[in-house]
């Protein structure tokens, strides 16, 4: 199968963060067999490959990648009924939007996913790192995941739980990282039910929303919550808006971090010997086996980078301490006040932030 592949391809325009450099190579694939065909194109040639979605969670090095780029436009969404009356099947290609798909989902009535509104990306993209927000993770949802195997060429099939999902993290972003491409996702959603409201803010937020309780199950009261957690991100510069500097990032740039008990009581030590306040105390959050998952936005505030911070062309979001803002179309401007501040936050808590975005290497 032939295949079009570009030379000297801009990296920036299709990256949220909008920096960095050009692929030597670049493709865009909109079936199984354009894949394929691709990484067969790229082995010939020994090249390496670097699968790019929908753009908001990659940041590209300046400078040129030396290889192929292979951009996924996969598209199609097909509904069932499932094994259970009320539950409805979606299987969904994975280049498509991810947002398009949620709104699709509250337009014809389905819930499970309301919660997940308003976040960038494509659906391929959701089981990699189990996006989740205000209560809803997609491991709650997801039923299969089709994907291509980078080694054999050859399509696998995943379950649930072959996936391993755990929080914001699944097989395809630990063990098996970079060896799958995933093509299609499944999702199983219920049809005419309310929306679990599990998050404190969402929760507030919808309690200050006269009539919420008297919304028919279904369309009307799913579509309340996605306007609802569509308003809290925006608020936060968490919504894609050309109009608004503060979006132009690539979401949170480090994971909440969890940790254990013991480690945790080793933080509040060195937190109370050095605060200025000693009675205040780190914010956590109760995780399986006794861990504590810590808001990484609050270690960032708290180590001296809070809020509208400026580093040259790199800032903080005005409205969101985990959220890096390029100013520039330098990647390394971005790539060096994210390091900064895992330095800070190791020296002041012993913390080392994880990045959220794939940093790739030219
Ligand atoms: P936030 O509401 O300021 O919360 C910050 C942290 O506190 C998050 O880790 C959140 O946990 C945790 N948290 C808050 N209330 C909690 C509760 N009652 N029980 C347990 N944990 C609680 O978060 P934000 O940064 O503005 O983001 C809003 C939502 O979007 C969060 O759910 C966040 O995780 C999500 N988000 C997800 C991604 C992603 O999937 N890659 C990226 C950006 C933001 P959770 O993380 O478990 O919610």
Redesign the pocket.
């Known amino acids: 199968m032939e295949i079009n592949v570009k030379d000297n391809v801009p990296l920036a325009p299709l990256t949220t963060m909008g920096v960095g450099g050009k692929a030597r190579y670049w493709a865009s694939c909109g079936t199984v067999d354009e894949l394929r065909a691709a990484l067969e194109w790229a082995r010939l040639r020994a090249q390496p490959v670097q699968v790019l979605g929908g753009g908001s969670?990659t940041i590209f090095a300046d400078g040129t990648y030396p290889g192929l780029v292979l951009k996924i436009e996969l598209k199609g969404i097909e509904q069932s009924a499932g094994a259970v009356d009320g539950e409805i099947t979606m299987k969904v290609a994975a280049g498509e939007h991810w947002d398009d798909f949620v709104a699709h989902c509250v337009a014809v009535h389905l819930s499970g996913i309301e919660?997940?509104s308003g976040?960038p990306g494509l659906v391929g993209a959701t089981p990699i790192?189990?996006?989740?927000?205000?209560?809803q993770?997609v491991a709650q949802t997801i039923t299969a995941v089709q994907a291509l195997d980078r080694d054999s060429l050859e399509p696998v099939s995943f379950t649930n739980q072959d996936c391993c999902f755990s929080?914001?993290s699944s097989r395809f972003k630990r063990a098996d990282r970079g060896r799958f491409i995933i093509t299609q996702v499944s999702f199983q959603l219920r049809r005419g039910v309310r929306p679990a409201l599990?998050?404190?803010?969402l929760r507030d937020r919808m309690a200050g929303h006269s009539g919420y309780d008297q919304l028919e199950a279904g369309a009307a009261a799913s579509t309340a919550v996605r306007d609802a957690v569509i308003a809290?991100?925006r608020a936060?510069s968490?919504v894609l808006d050309p109009g608004d500097p503060n979006a132009r990032s690539a979401?949170?740039y480090f994971?909440?971090p969890i940790i254990l008990g013991p480690v945790m009581d080793a933080v509040d030590e060195r937190w109370k010997a050095t605060a200025v306040d000693p009675d205040s105390a780190i914010?956590r959050?109760?995780?399986s086996g006794g861990r504590k998952?810590?808001?990484?936005?609050?270690l960032v505030e708290n180590s001296g980078f809070g809020k509208g911070f400026r580093f040259g062309e790199a800032g903080i979001s005005q409205h969101?301490a985990?959220a890096i803002v390029a100013y520039g179309s330098r990647a390394a401007a971005v790539v060096r006040l994210g390091e900064m501040i895992q330095e800070a936050v190791e020296k002041r808590f012993g913390i080392i932030l994880e990045t959220?975005p794939v940093l790739v290497t030219a």
């Open positions: 969670n919660c997940l976040i790192q189990n996006v989740g927000a205000y209560g993770e929080y914001r599990t998050y404190p803010e809290l991100r936060k968490m979401g949170s994971l909440n914010p959050f109760e995780e998952k810590i808001p990484a936005a609050w969101h985990l959220e």
